[in-house]
């Protein structure tokens, strides 16, 4: 079930929630949304369902017009930030609502009905968890229960609002893993929303970068790390030095990954960054370096370098060094001046 | 538990910092306005009613207008509080799960009832539906009686015990947010489905203690339905209205007979949500147990 999204637009009074934006999806895709709060990813996931229509724009699901058809007509899965499990009902009951609210010419059997829940609950490996309620889960065990009752309907689209959200790191980063196998598994196209970048590089096939509105890039996840295409795109995905300068042909930004920036001892005469060492930190295999540019015109006040932790250890630079740097690889963006 | 070392005195003092003297007098202040404003007076009602014995009571209760009177109540009622459920139901789904023009304007039309004083309510239907009313001429000529018949008192009760569905439902409702309800729309639910299997459960306890509490005002409701009742013995009299007509004309152990089974009803009113509460209790206490870190209890 491929998706065709077409200059989707949507305001809430004054408030441009999304201006025109343009994406297609494949059949079989993990895609994931990602940007800022605010930026309209929530909103454009909610259009694809039908929980929202948009102002202008169209939607289509393989090719089919879906724009004005009712969300529960579209056959998708949607499961909520905070999971929305009906809590007076027991973990089956939720996952067996779908199946039992359909019509009666296409109600499944009670027999299938009790089969098809077990399996589901067997594939997000909470069967017994049957009898209980939604109070008595832990978070974890809530979205998982949130996502095998969006999945026994057999949707042709799954869509995830922040699913991980409100979860424990090491929680999040487990049923991280564990969604990238089950979408492997299942094959069925899918689309979430996030604003934690690592998420989105380490689980979707593609990544959707949107801001205010606008999608600003789409690639996979190595793509948009290594080829950036804007300011925007840069800043947001991982740690970045910004560096200001002026041409004849107007502003320029020189945006430097910390890992890209080499670290020297200074002696007299080397050319680069020359900045004092603020702070290190050493984390697991890294050492992360805060520093100060040692020149009164500069530009930016704290550069953040990153080098292996053991290359930190042997050459024993301390505090109030004055260090030399030298970027290996940097981005310019250059506003023309009017 | 053993080996847990209190170190602060605690023997004068609770976990607010209040001395116990001073709870003590409070709790005493509280007994004696409830002794004396609820409970003497009931205490009064039952003593009264059985004055002259258990048979006069019956036969107060039995003689024929008495008897009218207390069918009369109980079709009212009837007919108001399934009415009111619906209204209510309907005005706290609306208010809590959408978002509409006049919102506001409709929030505060279910309070409405509760800031009108009875008898003006009572007064507002004569003024519409009275032989000199504003539908008056055309009620006489299709011979439809609604003011001093039974519709009128209907129309009346169900005006003065409005708000009390809604305005138990409007908060729980708001505060349950339509995150569920939208779930089971994405899961093909239709309407009905949704209201029935998902938002109605979630309410219960809400909407019981709304019927019961629309269940006493409507029996109790004296103010309005006086006024577009007639007060015509055996027909238009209610339990209420009919204990006002006893006790003007001096019989006063029937009156008391009568006046004793609204207050039993008062008393019912309080056990059963009494019992609702417990309950509800009992359920949160249950699941705040069973936590993810001790699955099952014991």
Known sequence: ?338 | MSGVQHTTPTHNVNSTGEPVWLRRTLIGIALVFVGLFLILPLAAVFTEALRKGVDAFVEGLKEPDAWSAIKLTLTITAIAVPLNLVFGVSAAWAIAKFEFRGKALLTTLVDLPFSVSPVVAGLIYVLVFGAQGWFGPWLQAHDVKIIFAVPGIVLATVFVTFPFIARELIPLMQAQGNEEEQAAMVLGANGWQIFWRVTLPNIKWGLLYGVILCNARAMGEFGAVSVVSGHIRGQTNTMPLHVEILYNEYQSVAAFAVASLLALLALVTLVIKSVVEWKQQRLMAELAALTPERPVVG
């Open chain 1, 1 to 338: 079930m491929s998706i065709e999204i077409r200059n989707i637009s949507k305001q809430f009074g004054d408030f441009h929630a999304l201006r025109n934006v343009n994406l297609d999806i494949a059949s079989g895709e993990l895609v994931a949304l990602l940007g800022p709060s605010g930026c309209g990813k929530t909103t454009l996931l909610r259009i694809i369902s039908g929980l929202e229509t948009a102002d202008q724009g169209s939607i289509a699901f393989s090719g089919e017009e879906t724009t004005h058809v009712h969300v529960r007509e579209r056959q998708v899965g949607f499961v909520f930030q905070h999971y929305a499990l009906f809590r007076h009902m027991t973990v089956f009951e939720n996952v067996a609502f779908g199946l039992r609210v359909r019509p009666k010419h296409t109600r499944p059997t009670e027999a299938a009905i009790q089969k098809k829940v077990h399996d589901l609950l067997n594939l997000v490996q909470l069967d017994w968890l049957g009898d209980r309620y939604p109070s008595q889960l832990s978070g974890g065990q809530r979205q998982r229960i949130a996502l095998a009752r969006a999945l026994a309907v057999e949707p042709r689209v799954l869509l995830l609002d922040e699913p991980f959200g409100s979860l424990d790191a090491k929680v999040r980063k487990d049923l991280r893993r564990w969604l990238r196998r089950l979408h492997d598994d299942l094959d069925v196209t899918s689309i979430f929303v996030t604003h934690d970048q690592e998420e989105a590089l380490e689980v979707a096939d593609r990544v959707v970068l949107i801001n205010s509105g606008k999608v600003e890039q789409v690639g996979s996840p190595q793509q948009v790390w290594d080829n950036p295409a804007n300011p925007f795109v840069y800043g947001f995905l991982g740690d970045v030095n910004l560096f200001k300068g002026r041409t004849p042909e107007g502003e320029t930004h020189t945006y430097i990954r910390p890992h890209d920036l080499d670290v020297r001892r200074y002696s007299p005469g080397d050319t680069g960054i020359v900045a004092r060492l603020e702070r290190a930190l050493v984390v697991g295999s890294v050492a992360r370096l805060e520093l100060i540019p040692n020149d009164d015109n500069a530009t930016s006040d704290v550069i953040e370098a990153e080098i292996p932790a053991n290359e930190y250890r042997d050459q024993h630079y301390v505090e109030g060094e004055l260090l030399v740097l030298t970027p290996r690889k940097s981005q310019v963006f250059v506003t023309q001046s009017a």
